[in-house]
Nanobody
Framework: QVQLVESGGGLVQAGGSLRLSCAAS????????MGWYRQAPGKQREWVAT???????NYADSVKGRFTVSRDNAKNLVYLQMNSLKPEDTAVYYC?????????WGQGTQVTVSS
């Protein structure tokens, strides 16, 4: 059974930083790309960043240069370091992975950036 558990969200002032973590179980972690998505109130869920199986990062334009995705295959963890946060980064952040059958999602962690 695949489980993804996010942590690290919270309330931060604009310009501040947070680091999100996602603990994965039930998968061969090193064989899976791991992604981060977010959903703001009244908006569709959007892709934020992905760490490929080899650890190569990819970013949405809106977070490029401010966010850093990384993974620790020994601990089955993926991180999202978020710097220079803006009020428009306020959202529930979700961890994601998938296989040939389906996508898997965590329960999400709330990030609120005050102006």
């Amino acid at each position: 059974q695949v489980q993804l558990v996010e942590s690290g969200g919270g309330l931060v002032q604009a310009g501040g930083s947070l680091r999100l973590s996602c603990a994965a179980s039930g998968i061969i972690f090193s064989l899976n790309a791991m992604g981060w998505y977010r959903q703001a109130p009244g908006k569709q869920r959007e892709w934020v960043a992905t760490a490929t199986r080899g650890g190569r990062p990819n970013y949405a334009d809106s977070v490029k240069g401010r966010f850093t995705v990384s993974r620790d295959n020994a601990k089955n963890l993926v991180y999202l370091q978020m710097n220079s946060l803006k009020p428009e980064d306020t959202a529930v952040y979700y961890c994601n992975t998938g296989d040939v059958l389906r996508d898997y999602w965590g329960q999400g962690t709330q990030v609120t950036v005050s102006s």
